[in-house]
């Protein structure tokens, strides 16, 4: 399966019947324009949410049940569907390289980027609604009853998250700080590699020579 140009994957537009009218762009718009009190807006809407301190910003995200209502659950498990019906590979073997190839892809971005803080908060929510619409798009593919959640679909055997665990919330917050680890990691490695480049002086180099001297 290919990437598209934005680092999305390619969907198919589900029949006009089959789709919600709610988005997922609405939820979150009316958790941010809930107020101060996000217990209660978290409680009432059906949506988690991640304080984000290094912005000061409130992230929100919609559990995976919540986020079968939306419009945009239809036309990303309809389109995906699709693409492991239409395959040569069995669904199964397809979503697994999906996964792998998706969580590497969005780590590798993270690594890169400016601001892990700025990155996390731009890619959270999309990354983890995929991931829940390939395993409901496996599901559908095959005819069956979509994951409940009391299980663990077989394409997440060797995913590193519990992506259904607390609602999705164990999820978000452990890819939250994997995201910004990888960012951390990366400035280390970059830090390291600068000190190893950096000309040795002078002085320096007869220091180690006396040392050596003296062994």
Do not use: C
Request: charged content about 25%; aromatic content about 6%; hydrophobic content about 40%.
């Amino acid at each position: 399966m290919t990437i598209n140009e934005d680092h999305t994957f390619p969907t198919r537009k589900p029949e006009p019947d089959t789709m919600s009218t709610t988005t997922l762009a609405d939820l979150l718009a009316g958790a941010d324009a809930a107020g101060h009190d996000h217990a209660a807006t978290e409680k009432n809407s059906g949506l988690q949410h991640i304080h984000n301190h290094a912005t000061g910003s409130i992230v929100w995200f919609p559990t995976w049940k919540k986020y079968r209502e939306t419009a945009d659950w239809s036309v990303a498990v309809d389109g995906l569907a699709g693409d492991f019906s239409s395959g040569t590979a069995p669904a199964e073997e397809s979503a697994s390289e999906l996964l792998a190839q998706d969580l590497d892809l969005l780590l590798t971005r993270a690594a890169a980027s400016g601001d892990a803080n700025i990155f996390v908060q731009e890619n959270l929510v999309q990354h983890l609604t995929r991931t829940w619409a390939v395993g409901d798009a496996v599901a559908k593919a095959k005819g069956q009853d979509l994951p409940t959640g009391t299980t663990t679909p077989s394409i997440f055997a060797d995913y590193p998250y519990d992506v259904y665990a607390q609602d999705g919330g164990v999820f978000a917050t452990t890819l939250w700080n994997d995201i910004i680890d990888a960012r951390r990691n990366q400035a280390i490695a970059e830090e390291a590699a600068r000190k190893a480049l950096k000309p040795v002086s002078r002085k320096a180099l007869k220091n180690a020579a006396r040392k050596a001297a003296r062994r």
